[in-house]
């Protein structure tokens, strides 16, 4: 990459100075460090940008994506950096296309459930405006505070209420994007139903900017249930909770979420839990019911029926402070974990609801063998953990060998029938696994669509796969 | 197209002889001509097979397209032939490839709420597994009976229950298809997530056969309500209807139906209804709220709450065999509009539900304009009507300017934000709408895709959209 030395006079490199004639002083941040890192810093991972620029408009992306064609610069879309798969990490350079001032709702009309939204309005932001109105935006990931609409499109993110509600893609009526060869592209719109043409915003979702950056979203919402009622449900058995799991599904019972904590992770972030558990606790379900005061209530009642035979303690918790001191406890599992080793190496794999516990057994036996500690908690209702190694992450030897015991998870869960990310993407860090996920009829169609909306593989090349080298021209011996 | 003569000995054409040597005799249907229609024979539209393929696995789907792509000749994906777009009909012949045989259902986990299925067992055949488990596959398209899950793919099916469900999209996590280069490709699976590629099964859903053949679909199910009521609710001015359609959004109520019939509707099909409207009714909207039995109650009550002030009656059936009644009758309400003139010409447009009953106003400004009679029914809850025009389908003049009249249906659509295709496609007949539907990035995008699917072209041609000629080489004068 050229152009990445800074002038000792000005600070600024011939990249930038390029950039700034072409979009504006305004739109090119000096203090580029901060753009090249994302929540996989915890690993010890991170990028230098060449420049990073904050557009504030679709015709500004399009102008930087013709300077980026003809200068083979490739550029890193990046919401609000929360990603745990290295997505939107600079690994190799080029120019961070940060979409912070795309912060605007530029329509929302509550009484018909929908908005739409610049890609880098927060999820918070939709959240607040559907909770203020009465409605809820269901999809919700982590980190909402910090996470763009944009980057939760390009993810697919998922979070606990999936269960019930679905992913973002489930909630995604229209895109606006600008592809690799700069085009401007419209998919769907606000309304309801439409198969005029392909659905080309659903490959959108979950692209991880590999085929265009997303520049606005038109969601869906809907009524937000009047009443919540949460369960928190206490195993001493693994197999216990997997029956309880399993019966909740067998019994027609459906939850807005069931999220859970193995035994480890109970003993990281336990102590903090504003209730006390049985001491012999190996295994925690939490289930919501939500609806109407009567129907939750009602579901509640039987997940409760369902629940209580295998378990040995089961809270029913309907006081709204007690569930928001819950859910905050919950939303800081992660930290806890974290701070108990001073890093962590964890993955979304998914797997076949059924093996869900397999996968969790799997995950305690590889950290041994790779003398690891190990934790999990996620969706189970998905099947989606946060399948977590615990290390030091500034011991190079730790992240090497939770490296290894990466690979062998996502072996294990392949073998069950899932896949290595539910919900996070592969971004650079789970890239290699697109390879042993996919057949090579897949993988080629891939590659494919890549190059008809990256014709010039600008837009974050190298994340999710590899496009395969372009062939070497045959040399005829005469 | 060569090879259409049928020997006179063997009544067996050039074709057939081959794709017998290719597929073995059993493959290949001698009686062709059932295969060249549709739903779209009420307008007297139809074609010629230059042959009907049935095979029975994917591998000789994909010997099929090998040949094709040798000898240049379409294929045309056929699934129940209920479409209402033409898009199974081989207006310019082709090997039509019915995909009877792939009757089979592959999984079944009724506790998991999931089943694979091959692309040619009935929505019906869907519908009883999930019933007889108590579970529920919401799309409901017309023609159950008829119509494939692998047709339903194709046009992104919806039906009744999308307006709280979604459409049939919503419930495919995994699609296998034959490409029309021949690949076998694998998108999804079982999996209630996975983000490790592009979501190619999205795009394959609506395409209408134009990119590849459906061969198989993961569906996912729900637990079936326990309890529904219906609420048929009658207004003397479509504006009141209006009212009480947007005042159900207002109120944040979420029936899983809001259907609708307006005054010529019910003037044709409102005899044989098993209920009694009052003299004056203009307007007829049905919403079916569901869940266990409080919770369907609770929703009935409210919806009456809501609903009643405008009304003119307001009749709560919550009578299983009455409500069947209903059903039956609502199923018969295009064959009682048929009759009445001998055809009809109707269209799936869908607008933006604020501006339902505008669009429906405009319908029959048209209908008046060319003067034919006009009718319109269908999903009120989102937006998307069944807009009629009566005609005698023997009458070519009638069927000529029904055909303008639709044109210009489509752009009053437009004008109002709307879609030519809620549910049913573009197919051969709404074609020539893409052109106006989409911009020009839009369509050029459009055009790659099917290219990156169908680098030959040959996968249900000139259907939803007409590729455009080869650009012709540059002649250069020196």
Redesign the interface.
């Known amino acids: 990459m050229g152009g990445g030395v800074r002038g000792a006079a000005s600070g600024v490199t011939a990249i930038e100075r390029d950039l700034m004639q072409l979009l504006g002083r305004e739109a090119i941040q000096a203090s580029v460090e901060p753009y090249g890192r994302d929540s996989t810093e915890m690993q010890g991972f991170r990028g230098i940008p060449d420049a990073v620029v904050t557009p504030s408009n679709t015709e500004e992306i399009q102008r930087l994506v013709e300077w980026c064609k003809r200068n083979g610069v490739p550029i890193v879309p990046r919401g609000g950096g929360s990603g745990f798969a290295g997505g939107a990490v600079p690994v190799e350079g080029g120019i961070v296309c940060s979409m912070e001032r795309f912060n605007r709702v530029v329509g929302f009309e509550p ?3 929908r908005a739409t939204v610049q890609a880098g309005v927060t999820t918070q932001h939709v959240h607040q405006l559907a909770r203020e109105n ?2 809820l935006y269901p999809p919700d990931p982590g980190a909402s505070e910090q996470s763009h609409i944009g980057g939760n499109i390009a ?2 993110a ?1 979070g606990p209420h ?2 019930k509600y ?2 973002t ?2 909630w995604v009526t229209g895109i606006q994007f600008v ?1 690799g060869n700069g ?5 769907g ?12 915003k ?2 959108i ?3 991880e900017g590999t ?1 265009g950056i997303v520049t606005a979203a038109s969601l869906r919402f ?3 249930p009047e009443k919540t009622v949460q369960l928190v449900v206490a195993y001493d058995r693994v197999s216990a909770a997997q029956e309880g799991l ?1 019966a909740i ?2 019994n ?3 939850p807005s979420l069931i999220e859970f904590l193995d035994g480890s992770c109970l003993a990281l972030a336990g102590p903090s839990l504003p209730l006390s558990l049985p001491r012999d606790t190996e295994f925690v379900l939490i289930c919501e019911a939500d ?2 005061a ?2 939750a209530d ?2 509640a009642d039987d997940l409760k029926a369902v629940l209580q035979a295998d378990a040995i303690a089961l809270e029913v918790i309907s006081d709204p402070q007690q569930a928001a001191a819950l859910w905050r406890w919950r939303s800081g599992v992660s930290f806890a974990v974290i701070s108990s080793h001073g890093g962590k190496m964890s993955e979304d794999v ?5 093996s869900l516990t397999e996968m969790i057994v799997e995950l305690a036996e590889i950290g041994k063998r790779f003398d690891l500690p190990t934790c999990s908690w996620g ?1 189970a ?4 953990l946060h399948a977590t190694f615990l290390l030091d992450a500034k011991s190079t030897t730790d992240v090497e060998r939770a490296t290894i015991a990466t690979r062998a998870l996502f072996e294990a869960a392949r073998r069950l ?10 971004g650079w860090l789970k890239r290699e ?2 390879e042993h ?3 090579e ?2 993988r ?3 590659y ?2 890549k190059r ?2 990256d014709p010039y593989e600008i837009m974050n090349p190298g994340k999710k796969f590899r496009m395969p080298a372009p062939a070497e021209p045959e040399v005829v011996v005469a």
Request: proline share 3%; net charge negative; charged share 15%.
């Open positions: 009484l018909l459930w009465g409605l993810c697919n998922g999936s269960f679905g992913v893609g489930s592809t085009d401007v592209i419209q998919s719109g606000t309304l309801r139903k439409d198969v005029s043409g392909f659905d080309i659903s490959l979702v979950g692209s085929l809907i009524p937000a399993l599904y067998g027609g019972l459906v609806g109407s009567s129907t009602e579901m998914v797997v076949p609801v059924e969706h209702g998905d099947g989606n029938g899932g896949s290595p990310s539910g919900e996070h993407g592969l696994e697109f996920q996919f057949g009829a897949e080629e169609l891939h494919r669509l008809t909306f």
